[in-house]
């Protein structure tokens, strides 16, 4: 089997930096904060321009790139001091002593991807790490049919697992199975409504998948 992890609020915990960041940028804009991190996972989406408008950002005031900027220079700040998701090693290390392929396919930008799994140590458990060429947030489903398309993979092979709607709308146009986990950027209310299983950790994740090998 191969195994595609999303990356932010899958394997990466970085969910804390969400409402930080928004709450920097509408305060800078003079527009209301976030109600409470409940609030930020009810409206973060893809694709990243509609998450702003959702959160009350004016399109016709400045443009994405612009509004981009502000992410840029405070995601580093923010993210430096989080961790791995709870249940990542023991999970990465089950399927590994199971014989099973580990990929990323993540919307970060490459080069922040690969410095952040070396700075846990992770690197080893992945066969193959897919970012983008910049920090848009765009072209995650294009990279994953180029890599599928590049390697050979069958899609009915991969289970994706990820902590979005998007990676569920991803899993789909790639032709693959997915796995969604609670305990990321998106309620598990959102997460259900995409149809496809939501599990709340990535212990029990690991354990579903295993038990049905």
């Avoid at 321009?49 to 900027?69: H, I, P, Q």
């Avoid at 001091?81 to 290390?93: D, F, H, R």
């Avoid at 902590?163 to 709308?169: G, I, K, L, R, S």
Wanted: net charge negative; hydrophobic share 40%; charged share 25%.
């Amino acid at each position: 089997m191969e195994i595609i992890w999303d990356w932010n609020g899958t394997l990466f915990d970085d969910v804390s930096t969400g409402p930080a960041i928004l709450n920097a940028m509408l305060m800078k804009r003079g527009k209301p904060p976030l109600r409470d991190l409940a609030h930020y996972r009810e409206i973060f989406r893809f694709p990243v321009e509609d998450y702003y408008r959702a959160a009350g950002l004016d399109f016709s005031r400045e443009t994405f790139a612009s509004m981009a900027e502000d992410y840029f220079a405070l995601y580093p700040i923010e993210s430096q001091n989080c961790g791995l998701m709870e249940g990542t090693a023991e999970a990465l290390s089950a399927f590994r002593a199971a014989g099973f392929s580990q990929n990323i396919l993540s919307a970060s930008e490459q080069g922040l991807l690969e410095r952040q799994l070396k700075k846990f140590g992770i690197e080893r458990y992945f066969s193959h790490v897919i970012g983008q060429a910049d920090g848009y947030a765009v072209g995650k489903t294009q990279r994953g049919l180029q890599w599928l398309r590049e390697e050979g993979i069958s899609p009915q092979s991969c289970l994706l697992i990820g902590d979005t709607d998007h990676d569920a709308e991803t899993a789909a146009k790639l032709g693959c199975r997915c796995l969604l986990v609670s305990c990321g950027h998106q309620s598990r209310e959102r997460l259900q409504a995409t149809g496809a299983p939501v599990v709340d950790s990535l212990r029990e994740a690991a354990n579903l998948i295993l038990k049905k090998q």
